[in-house]
């Protein structure tokens, strides 16, 4: 029986399994974009949102130790560089919520539900998106537009063209 036992296995032992969260989470630091299954973009979600935590923590005290519990999970240095000096600086504000799921449909070959996790303050046209908009006018139905009237001035500058000629 499975009580209690929250977290989705993804078909794997354990070892495979965080080798398998931690290669997509040193993707998605590297790319800030990463196309996936939901299933495993769900548990990368639990998996790196603590450490994006760690990583905008700049106490003077914690950070080596930081550091160390963060290269403890991901093994790789350019990594937890990139994750610390432009992620970290970047989500400092940000009080969690750090990435977006968004589903892009189902794989064509197994039908496999897929979709594309990225970080929140990575995406430009996003960021774009999220300034206010000015109100927009709402449509009014016009009444019947008058025709125009042509002006008795216009056609005598005509008339007496074509009678010089």
């Known amino acids: 029986m499975r009580h209690n036992k929250k ?11 965080e080798s398998l969260l931690a290669n997509l989470a040193i993707s998605l630091i590297e790319h ?11 548990e990368l979600r639990k998996y790196i949102e603590p450490l994006l935590t760690r990583a905008k923590d700049k106490d003077e005290a914690k950070l080596m ?18 994750l610390f000096k432009v992620i970290g600086e970047k989500i400092a504000d940000r009080p969690g919520g750090y990435t977006r799921i ?7 070959n197994d039908a496999a ?7 929140v303050d990575f995406n430009e046209k996003m960021l774009k ?4 908009k000015k109100a927009t006018k709402t449509r009014r139905s016009r009444k019947k537009a008058q025709p125009a009237v042509e002006a008795p001035a216009a056609e005598s500058t005509e008339v007496a063209t074509t009678e010089a000629e």
């Open 113 to 119: 539900e897929m979709c594309f996790i990225e970080l």
């Open 102 to 108: 968004i589903k892009t449909g189902f794989r064509a």
């Open 129 to 132: 998106d999220s300034t206010p």
């Open 65 to 82: 130790n930081n550091y160390r519990v963060v290269f403890s999970y991901l093994q790789n240095k350019k990594a937890v560089t990139e």
């Open 32 to 42: 800030k974009r990463i196309t996936t299954t939901t299933a495993k973009a769900k």
């Open 7 to 17: 977290f989705n296995h993804l078909g794997r032992q354990k070892g495979h399994r």
